[in-house]
């Protein structure tokens, strides 16, 4: 792919996130996700010839690729920093857009799929989520926690934040970001030992 291009493929990508983190998936076109991107449609299909379901596929894994980005960063210094970065990223995404725009791989995950299939953007958000989980069980058994419990417990930190995050956006607050910042973090210290 010519230099050039990348750019918009990614402006794309990015901007359908954006869009799906406000709207959902249902209720958001290729359409307006190539306008909220300001793309052209046609450029659109040219990168995403599957249409919608491959560029919402992308999105998710952007998301995913972006946020653990983050959280590989972060969790060098270990578990609650990384918890702390985590919860942080969403913070700024809900305050920045006036609680209007949640977690893309979520809006996703929520979604209801054909009878008897998973859409490829579901499975996108089962691996995003999943390595997420992945990330912070390891940070946490590097850090003292027994394997089984830092499975666990990274699993209810991805659900918990997840979860906080859509209350945040119905309240029109991060009150609720703040008790699970501080009931998490209790956790990985009992955990950890730290």
Known sequence: ??????????RIVAGAADMISRRGLSATSIREMAKHAKAPL????????????QLATEAVRFTGEWVAGSLRKELEAGPTEGLRAFLALWRRIV??????AGCPVLAVAIEEPPAGEV?????AAAEVFEQWETLLADSLREHGAEAGQAAQLATLVVA????????CRAK???EPLDRTAEQLEALISGATGN
Do not use: C, I, N, W
């Open 1 to 10: 792919m010519p230099k050039s291009s990348t750019p918009s493929r990614e």
């Open 42 to 53: 046609g450029s659109t299909y040219h990168y995403f010839p599957e249409g919608k379901q």
């Open 95 to 100: 305050v920045e857009s006036d609680f209007h």
């Open 119 to 123: 859409p490829p953007a579901l499975a």
């Open 160 to 167: 918990a934040v997840e979860g906080t995050v859509a209350m």
């Open 172 to 174: 029109r607050s991060t």
